[in-house]
């Protein structure tokens, strides 16, 4: 498998979490009406998660510009930055009415 191939078969999972992310924080009002960010740590994360996003669907949009190495590069940025992110907003918004 190149790497294009594998970065557009993770693509889905990861754009599902970016979203998934962001509507959670707006859900909870760490994301105000204006689209600034009420905690600068999660602005900080979703912006950093939305620019591998951004970088993978460029990817996707352009494979010629790109070496394997990059590719591999943006993807290995991407999931280590979705899970931190992920797990910062499960302990930001837990609640015992969770469980």
């Known amino acids: 498998m190149t790497a294009l191939e594998n970065i557009s078969r993770m693509y889905p999972e990861v754009n599902y979490w970016f979203y998934y992310c962001y509507d959670l924080a707006a859900a909870n009002g760490w994301i105000l009406e204006d689209g600034t960010y009420a905690d600068e ?36 940025g991407a999931l280590e ?7 910062m907003l499960d302990v930001l918004f837990y609640t015992p009415d969770d469980f």
Do not use: F, H
């Open 41 to 76: 740590l999660v602005g900080a994360w979703l912006d950093q998660y939305y620019t591998y996003v951004s970088g993978i669907e460029y990817i996707m949009e352009n494979p010629d510009e790109y070496t394997d190495e990059q590719i591999l590069e943006v993807q290995q």
């Open 81 to 87: 930055t979705m899970e931190p992110i992920s797990e």
